[in-house]
């Protein structure tokens, strides 16, 4: 089975720092590009971070740039954001996705996604 699971969200306070995992199982790891996007209520869908199949190309949205940082192990099939100086507007749903082109998924036009993972950064 195809599957995308993200852990790690929780409740942080502003400043503080948490890593999301997100464990890839059913497909070919090393020949996807891996992408966070979050959701908030009320807002639209934005790309946060995302990492290409070999790791050696990455994208950061403006407004994480500096404070996040995207990261793969091929031997746990599994990217990881580090989230450092969280900000209240951080707060929302994060999801990962999968597909097999790294500008595809920075689009953000991909059909393979997770469940999601809560993060709250209070202030």
């Known amino acids: 089975e195809v599957q995308l699971v993200e852990s790690g969200g929780g409740l942080v306070q502003a400043g503080g720092s948490l890593r999301l995992s997100c464990a890839a199982s059913?497909?070919?790891?090393?020949?996807?590009?891996i992408g966070w996007f979050r959701h908030a209520p009320g807002k639209e869908r934005e790309g946060v971070s995302c990492?290409?199949?070999?790791?050696?190309?990455?994208y950061y949205a403006d407004s994480v740039k500096g404070r996040f940082t995207i990261s793969r192990d091929s031997a746990k099939n599994t990217v990881y954001l580090r989230m450092n100086s969280q900000k209240p507007e951080d707060t929302s749903v994060y999801y990962c996705?999968?597909?097999?082109?790294?500008?595809?998924?920075?689009?953000?036009?991909?059909?393979?996604w997770g469940l999601g993972t809560l993060v709250t950064v209070s202030s």
């Open positions: 996705a999968a597909d097999p082109n790294f500008r595809t998924m920075v689009a953000g036009m991909v059909d393979l």
């Open positions: 059913g497909f070919t790891f090393d020949a996807y590009a």
């Open positions: 990492i290409s199949h070999s790791g050696a190309s990455t």
